[in-house]
């Protein structure tokens, strides 16, 4: 069952944040919210944030010399839940010397019982611990730490909470990722976001118009909706808008310039949506469709849902509404029981797609799901080797991918100084690339900009201004 937090608890939070605030009036405090994972744990992280904003504590530049960390986790890959365990264990010996330090680990790993438990028994000096479903209860669990100086953990399972009202802080104003719907239904066999995250559950559109256009007072220009299905928004809604017509009414906001979505499931994707995103501008020409596999055989086993074949002929659908697409997708390789052969079907398809850009991972098993059961034969050097493969293939059509842009101008948000080189600035395309540039006059952080490029590189293209 799905619960909608009442205002009348979202202010009691509100009351709870003055208390705190008080008890931190003597000193300045520093507090830092590490994130792992998807866009979707950045937002809660944002949240996180601006509850401590609210608090008193101002954003500290690193763990070890802050008042208060906390570890938003990922309980997605293997790899993001080793790397908890040793972070949140080097703050020990920090703690030691300073109790009053207050440390916290939340997010989707904490939603499972194993990493939940593994807390609470090894690391002792863990104040906090609590799941995705309780951001909001962040200012009561904090009061309560540091006036009882006792843990807390809040781990409970539950189908899932919509919470509106909570506040939230963007590093940058012009662009902004909002959440229109949490969980999911899908329960493919190796993903645990449906246990962790819970079932799948919309926002009204009235919540979301009124957030975005809130936004916009403070500058927002570009915005990108966020769920594990977008194309699943609104089914569990009565009477509300489905995602294409919440994507037009967006589109409507004369101050939004750009509209992004991630993820949509391929099974879910209607001609509707391609209609308007062929008919509407404001959409970008980027699309993130994971297939996570090519062979048919290996989609059942991972409950997809969808062929190769229905697959294909979605990418040429879209392809003829919006020619120019830039389409990057989610691949695993070394599923449980793929076999070489089946491998080479998936290499097939991104050759035949060629997308412009994969996030690609060895298959890694995740406890409580299905897939965790299944026989997987094949030695981890194998898998490595077909995904060292893929990737050489990947890398290829990334750089023909982006020679398409050489000589060509394009118009970017600027998103500020170069990561890479800081005599440059940098900034997206509709399609989703970077291109670090030359300004030929001063640049604020979110304006358009006319750029040419100039020279292309497998992962990024280089520009100069133009008028
Ligand atoms: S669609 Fe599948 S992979 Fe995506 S979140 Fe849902 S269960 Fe996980």
């Known amino acids: 069952m799905i ?59 690193d763990e070890k010399g802050a008042d208060l960390v ?29 109790p009053d330090m207050v440390i916290g680990v ?94 799948e559950r919309s926002r009204k559109s009235k919540d979301i118009l009124a957030e975005i256009n809130a936004l916009v007072k403070k ?75 090519g062979n048919n055989r290996v989609l059942k086993e991972m409950n997809r849902r969808y062929t190769r074949e229905d697959y294909l002929t979605l990418v040429e659908k879209i392809r003829a509404a919006v020619p120019d697409i830039a389409l990057t997708s989610d691949v695993i390789v070394g599923f449980p029981g793929e076999t070489e052969e089946e491998f080479y079907d998936t290499l097939s398809l991104i050759k035949k797609v060629r997308f412009d850009n994969l996030f690609t991972f060895i298959y890694s098993p995740r406890k409580d799901t299905k897939a965790a059961l299944m026989d997987d034969p094949r030695t981890y050097e194998e898998k490595l080797k077909n995904f060292n493969e893929l990737l050489a293939v990947q890398t290829e059509i990334c750089r023909e991918a982006n020679e398409a842009y050489l000589n060509n101008v394009y118009e970017i948000i ?16 509709t399609t989703n690339k970077v291109i670090n540039y030359k300004a030929a006059r001063e640049v604020q952080e979110g304006d358009f900009v006319m750029v040419k490029v100039t020279e292309v590189m497998s992962w990024s293209l280089v520009g100069e201004q133009v008028e």
């Open 106 to 199: 939340c997010g989707c790993l904490m939603q499972q019982p194993h990493a939940s438990e593994r807390i609470r028994k090894t690391f002792p000096f863990v104040d906090m611990v609590f799941g995705t479903h309780v951001i909001h209860q962040f200012p009561e669990m904090l009061y309560h730490v540091l006036t009882e100086r006792e843990r807390v953990m809040q781990v409970e399972s539950v189908d899932g909470v919509i919470a509106e009202g909570v506040p939230v802080v963007y590093d940058k104003w012009y662009k902004a990722s909002i959440p229109i719907m949490y969980g999911c239904n899908n329960f493919c066999t190796y993903c645990v976001v449906p246990y962790t995250r819970g079932r």
């Open 414 to 429: 600027d998103e500020g100084l170069s990561k890479n080189n800081p005599k440059m600035r940098q900034g997206r395309t």
């Open 70 to 98: 906390i570890y938003n986790t990922c309980s997605v890959r293997e790899n993001a839940e080793v790397k908890v365990y040793g972070k949140v264990g080097t703050l020990k010996a920090k703690k030691k010397k300073n």
């Open 219 to 293: 500058g927002l220009k570009e915005v990108t909706l966020l769920g594990q299905n977008v194309n699943s928004y609104g089914k569990d809604l009565e009477d509300d808008l489905d995602f294409s017509d919440l994507l037009s009414e967006i589109c409507k906001i004369e101050e939004i310039k750009r509209v992004r979505f991630v993820t949509s499931h391929p099974k879910d994707l209607t001609d509707k949506l391609i209609g308007v995103m062929k008919d509407n501008k404001k959409i970008c020409n980027s699309l993130h469709l994971p297939f996570q596999a």
């Open 3 to 61: 619960t909608f937090i009442s205002e009348e608890i979202i202010q009691t939070q509100k009351e709870y944040m003055k208390h705190v605030r008080l008890l931190n009036a003597d000193k300045k405090r520093t507090a830092v919210v590490v994130t792992y994972g998807c866009a979707q744990n950045e937002t809660d992280s944002d949240k996180l944030y601006a509850m401590l904003f609210e608090m008193g504590y101002e954003k500290g530049t």
